[in-house]
């Protein structure tokens, strides 16, 4: 009997791949320099050079039981401490290495923490936009997912409806900053008042509450804007990071699982992470970006391109009469749809011009399209007629 559960997941795309796979249609039928794909955040900055030839030169000195063979399961103990040097000197003290659990990417990491942090049938908050495999996540760890909506445009959370959900009982809060879709990174003001609130939930109830802190994004800010080191703020924190954005590296799959020494019964909760880890199938993560890790944890993109395109965009289509949420970090602008049309209207009108866009509603929110910008300098210039087109469709 095939579980029904799994079948469903199987036969429902993702919104994000759907448009992507459209996009590769259009264009083997039009050509590439006519689609404007905006779809899927797939960093086009290059890999750092340190980080290629250090992988170069792991290949020509290969051996290959130590380069190919497995690692222990939460990783090399050399990659474990590369890592947990740089969340040191963001916290401004000692990490252990033995705070990290080495994973296959943040989506593994996210995964493995719900799993070893939720039991069945209890309630996890997600602010609201949020990447739509959270739901995915916490549902398969036997969770109910609670949406906290945006207060406005600057895409922080509605307290009042964030202070609502944590009554209602939740196990864990995940926060995405700088966030995929809008760009919009938590204010430290922001953060401590969510504190505030899960501590007060803390010791009324008795029990733990665990904010999860996915930061795939956290290098790529823009001008004067830093990101929070969450744990110094909310002790019971979790972190999950991955390198595929600041090392140009999604399809390699490398990333890691934070349990600080502030969080609660931290060696608890690092056990249980092994332990969710091992359930799901989690061997290793992939040895050679592991090794490569141990000499490349401190290397930070060039963000240079992205920084470019953010501004060519957001300048462009705000003359142009869009709504637009100006992003601190990541590569994604959130631009409202016009005249009161939903987020799927917006994105088939933007088709018309070649403009692929990704509708909101998946990400929690109604009425707004994510724009990846992480694309050739050329291609978002050049797609600016379109976008024009666009604008007087909807008589802007």
């Known amino acids: 009997m095939i579980a029904k559960k799994m079948l469903a ?3 429902s795309d993702s919104a994000i791949r759907a448009i992507a796979a459209y996009g590769d249609a259009r264009r083997s039928e039009i050509g590439s320099e006519n689609v404007f794909d905006f ?13 290629k030839n250090t992988l170069i030169e792991l290949l020509q000195n290969e051996e290959s039981l130590a380069l190919h063979g497995y690692t222990a399961a939460p990783g090399a103990m050399a990659a474990r401490k590369a890592a947990a040097e740089q969340e040191s000197k963001r916290a401004g003290y000692d990490i252990p290495a033995e705070s990290i659990y080495l994973t296959s990417g943040a989506s593994s990491s996210l995964s493995i923490v719900l799993s070893a942090l939720v039991s069945e049938g209890e309630k996890v908050a997600v602010l609201a936009p949020f990447f739509p495999e959270y739901k995915v996540f916490a549902e398969n760890a036997g969770a109910e997912i609670l949406i906290v909506p945006p207060a406005g445009d600057d895409m922080q959370p ?5 202070e609502n959900a944590v009554e209602q009982g939740v196990a864990a809060v995940i926060i995405n900053s700088p966030n995929n879709p809008s760009g919009a990174i938590l204010s430290e003001q922001t953060l401590r008042v969510m504190s505030k609130i899960l501590q007060a939930a803390q010791e009324e109830k008795g029990k733990s509450i665990y904010l999860i802190a996915d930061e795939p ?5 823009y001008g004067d804007v830093t990101v929070p080191f969450v744990p110094n703020i909310y002790p019971n924190t979790i972190v999950c990071y991955s390198y595929s954005k600041s090392l140009s590296l ?15 019964d ?17 061997v290793c993560a992939p040895s050679l970006m592991q090794h ?16 470019k395109n953010r501004d060519t965009l957001y300048d462009a289509l705000s003359g142009m009469g869009f709504d637009c949420v100006k992003p601190d970090g990541a590569f994604y602008l959130f631009v409202k749809a016009p005249k009161g049309d939903s987020a799927g209207e917006f994105c088939e009108k933007a088709k018309k011009f070649e403009i692929l866009l990704v509708p909101s509603d998946s990400f929690g929110v109604a009425g707004y399209a994510r ?23 909807y008589g802007l």
């Not at 509605?158 to 964030?162: E, G, I, L, R, S």
């Not at 999604?250 to 609660?264: A, D, Q």
């Open 250 to 264: 999604p399809g390699e799959r490398l990333g890691y699982i934070m349990v600080p020494p502030c969080v609660k």
């Open 371 to 393: 724009l990846a910008y992480c694309v050739s300098e050329k291609t978002a210039e050049n797609s600016l007629p379109a976008f024009r087109k666009l604008a007087e469709e």
């Open 292 to 307: 490569m890790l141990a000499q490349c944890a401190d290397v930070r993109p060039d963000i240079t391109s992205y920084a």
């Open 217 to 221: 994004y956290r290098e790529l800010v």
């Open 158 to 162: 509605f307290m009042a409806a964030f």
């Open 266 to 282: 931290s060696a608890e909760v690092f056990a249980a992470v092994c332990g969710a880890g091992r359930a799901l199938g989690y």
């Open 9 to 11: 997941l199987g036969k």
């Open 39 to 51: 779809s899927i955040g797939n960093p086009n900055v290059p890999t750092p050079e340190k980080v």
